[in-house]
C-alpha cells in the first residue's frame, strides 16, 4: 500500500492485484455518496437510495462499489473495468459496478478497508505533529 504525496493517489494490493486511487476531494466524497445512492436504488427501488433497513454490510459493499466507480484510475484486475457505449456509440473504458464477477465481492470489502485506512493515513500527513495531543495541562488552562 502507498500513497504519494505528489500523484495524488493511492495503491492498495489485495489478492496479489494492484488498484490505484485517486485520493478523494471533497466534491469526490459527495460524489461517491451520489453514485452509493444510485446503486441502492437499482436493487431496492421503494428505498429512494436510502441506507434505512439495510445491513451493515450492504452498505460498506455499496459504498466500495461506489467508491471504485468515482475513484478508481488504474487496476491489475481485469474485472475492474469493462467497455461501456455511449449515447453516440462510442466506447470506452469505465468501472461499471453491475458488471463487477461473484467473485469480486469478498476482495471489495478488503479493498474498501484498506483503502480507507491509506486515506486516514494520508489524510493525517501535513497536519501537525503526527504524535498525539499531549495530557500535560497548558501553563494558561486549569488542571481539572
Known sequence: MTSNVLTNTITVRVEDEDFEF????P????KIGSVAAGIRRKFDPEGIGYEDGL????I????AMATMEVLLEKSTAKWAF????DARG???????SSKFPPTATGMLYEIYNKFQE???R????GAGNAEPASAEPVASQPNS
Do not use: C
Open 22 to 25: 485517486r485520493i478523494p476531494s
Open 27 to 30: 466534491m469526490d466524497v459527495a
Open 55 to 58: 445491513d451493515i454490510n450492504t
Open 60 to 63: 460498506i459493499l455499496v459504498r
Open 82 to 85: 469493462s467497455e461501456t457505449k
Open 90 to 96: 462510442q466506447v470506452s473504458v469505465a468501472v461499471d
Open 118 to 120: 491509506e486515506v486516514t
Open 122 to 125: 494520508f489524510l493525517g500527513r
